[in-house]
C-alpha cells in the first residue's frame, strides 16, 4: 500500500502544476476578436445595488462564450458586487475556455494567489488602489503564476503606470469615487498610453456604435457588464449588440 503521505504530495505537486500551467491569453484573445468584448459577470453595483441577484457563475459566463465574446471579467468582490472567488471556478467547470479576468480590488499578494487557483487568465491591478512600486511587485508575481495583467488608470495623473509595461492598459471611464461615468474619458486619454499598448476601455458602453469610434482612437478591448446584465439572457443580449457593431 503506498504511503499516504507519498499521495498527499503527489496530488500538492498536480494542484500546483494546475495553478502555473498557461492560461488562455487575454491579450491575445483581443488582438484576434473582431469585436474585443470582455463581457462581465456582475451581480452587484455599489451605486445600483442588485443588478441579477438570482444569477449563476454556472450559466451566464459560458452564454456570454456561445454568444462571441472574446473574454469574460467575473466579479469576486463579495461585500460591494456579491461575487466569489468560487464564481470563476464555477464558469471553467461550466465549460468555459476563453480568458478570465479576475476582477476585485487587488492590494495582496494573496489576491493575486487567488486568481491563479481559481483558474483566472488575468488579473486587474488599479493604478488608484496602489502606489506604483507595490503595483509593479504583484505585477511581478502575476506573471510568475502565468497570469497576465490588466492595469486599469483613469485619469491622466495615473497614465505614468503605464510605464511598467502590463499586458494590457485599461482605462476605466467610471471615477471609482463618485462613480460617474464617462466615456470620453477613454477618448481624452488614448493618445497619451504607448503607441504599442492593447488598449481596453471599460465601463459605460451601453451603444454598440461606440465600440467602432473607440476602435479609430487605439482600443483593442471593451469591457462591458451592466448592458448586458440587466437584461433577462445577458449571452442573447450580448449577440444582439454584436450583432449591431
Not at 508575481?141 to 488608470?153: F, K, N, P, R, S
Not at 474619458?185 to 503607441?195: G, H, I, Y
Not at 471593451?222 to 449588440?241: S, V
Request: aromatic share 6%; hydrophobic share 40%; with cysteine.
Amino acid at each position: 500500500m503506498a504511503d499516504i503521505l507519498d499521495q498527499i504530495i503527489a496530488t500538492k505537486r498536480e494542484e500546483l502544476a494546475r495553478m502555473k500551467q498557461k492560461k488562455p491569453s487575454l491579450r491575445q484573445a483581443l488582438i484576434d476578436s473582431p469585436t474585443g468584448i470582455i463581457a462581465e459577470f456582475k451581480r452587484r453595483s455599489p451605486s445600483k445595488g442588485w443588478i441579477k441577484e438570482e444569477g449563476r457563475a454556472a450559466e451566464i459566463p459560458l452564454a456570454y462564450q456561445q454568444n462571441g465574446a472574446a473574454a469574460l471579467s467575473i466579479l469576486t468582490d463579495k461585500q460591494y458586487f456579491g461575487g466569489h472567488d468560487r464564481f470563476i471556478v464555477e464558469a471553467r467547470q461550466s465549460g468555459v475556455t476563453i480568458p478570465i479576468l479576475y476582477k476585485n480590488f487587488v492590494i495582496d499578494e494573496m489576491q493575486v494567489y487567488e486568481a491563479a487557483l481559481c483558474g483566472a487568465s488575468a488579473v486587474l491591478l488599479i493604478a488608484a488602489c496602489l502606489p506604483k512600486e507595490r503595483c509593479a511587485a504583484l505585477m511581478r508575481l502575476a506573471h510568475d503564476l502565468g497570469l497576465e495583467v490588466l492595469l486599469e488608470m483613469h485619469s491622466e495623473e495615473e497614465l505614468e503606470y503605464a510605464d511598467l509595461e502590463p499586458d494590457l492598459c485599461g482605462i476605466n471611464n467610471r471615477h471609482l469615487g463618485s462613480f460617474v461615468t464617462d466615456v470620453e474619458t477613454s477618448f481624452r486619454l488614448a493618445e497619451r498610453l504607448p503607441k504599442e499598448a492593447i488598449k481596453v476601455s471599460e465601463s459605460g458602453i451601453s451603444n454598440p456604435q461606440v465600440i467602432n469610434q473607440l476602435r479609430s482612437v487605439g482600443f483593442n478591448g471593451f469591457l462591458i457588464g451592466e448592458t448586458f446584465m440587466k437584461e433577462p439572457q445577458p449571452g442573447l443580449a450580448l449577440k444582439e449588440f454584436i450583432r449591431q457593431i
